[in-house]
């Protein structure tokens, strides 16, 4: 079913790494977003674009945000898959880029995949085994681009993640590192706040 809203533009009024207000002519609209979409916003008070997707539940509808459509289709292929509702969609988009995912889908990497909260061996399969079927083109298209160019911020992501910290945390430390460092300095960094906690 195609959603009632496509995407909004408009002042970014609150910004945490779940959940965003964005205000359109006078209306706020709260949205559920990942972790990445958070990061990728500006800061409250200036212009945000998000692509939108409307969940409707017996007793709520709710909002999602996107800073991509591609993000928005690895979200509603993932909805598809039996067991994964839009809190553990999510959790799979916070912990990986939309690239990411279609990238461990194409490798079959259920190891990377079980990371992520709420996502045990079993559903990581199906994950993967559904995706491929739904969303085949599209892993073709961008395992290229990811295969040529893995992004800086993942090489420090997967560091971090070898050294046993949890999905969420390495999010959280990296959020608050500088973007402009090296792989090897973000990862000090990000060991320095993760320490601190």
């Given at each position: 079913m195609k959603s009632l809203f496509e995407f909004l533009r408009g002042t970014l009024v609150n910004k945490n790494p779940a959940s965003v207000v964005v205000e359109v002519n006078g209306v706020g609209f709260l949205l559920k977003v990942s972790a990445n979409t958070a990061a990728a916003l500006p800061n409250v008070g200036e212009e945000a674009f998000l692509y939108t997707h409307l969940y409707v539940r017996e007793?709520?509808?709710?909002?999602?945000?996107?800073?991509?459509?591609?993000?928005?289709?690895?979200?509603?292929?993932?909805?598809?898959?039996?067991?994964?509702?839009?809190?553990?969609?999510?959790?799979v988009l916070s912990t990986y880029s939309a690239s990411e995912v279609l990238y461990l889908v194409r490798a079959g990497d259920v190891a990377s995949l079980v990371r992520v909260n709420g996502i045990g061996k079993k559903t990581a399969?199906?994950?993967?085994?559904?995706?491929?079927?739904?969303?085949?083109?599209?892993?073709?298209?961008?395992?290229?681009a990811y295969e040529n160019k893995v992004p800086e911020d993942d090489l420090a992501r997967a560091a971090l993640l070898e050294l046993g910290y949890r999905p969420e945390e390495v999010q959280a430390a990296l959020s608050r590192?500088?973007?402009?460092?090296?792989?090897?300095?973000?990862?000090?960094?990000?060991l320095?706040?993760?320490r601190k906690r």
């Amino acid at each position: 079913m195609k959603s009632l809203f496509e995407f909004l533009r408009g002042t970014l009024v609150n910004k945490n790494p779940a959940s965003v207000v964005v205000e359109v002519n006078g209306v706020g609209f709260l949205l559920k977003v990942s972790a990445n979409t958070a990061a990728a916003l500006p800061n409250v008070g200036e212009e945000a674009f998000l692509y939108t997707h409307l969940y409707v539940r017996e007793d709520a509808l709710v909002l999602f945000g996107f800073a991509s459509p591609l993000e928005r289709t690895v979200f509603t292929s993932l909805l598809g898959v039996e067991g994964i509702g839009p809190r553990t969609a999510l959790a799979v988009l916070s912990t990986y880029s939309a690239s990411e995912v279609l990238y461990l889908v194409r490798a079959g990497d259920v190891a990377s995949l079980v990371r992520v909260n709420g996502i045990g061996k079993k559903t990581a399969q199906r994950i993967i085994l559904e995706l491929k079927e739904k969303l085949g083109g599209l892993i073709s298209d961008e395992e290229t681009a990811y295969e040529n160019k893995v992004p800086e911020d993942d090489l420090a992501r997967a560091a971090l993640l070898e050294l046993g910290y949890r999905p969420e945390e390495v999010q959280a430390a990296l959020s608050r590192v500088a973007r402009d460092l090296e792989p090897a300095a973000r990862v000090r960094a990000a060991l320095e706040v993760l320490r601190k906690r």
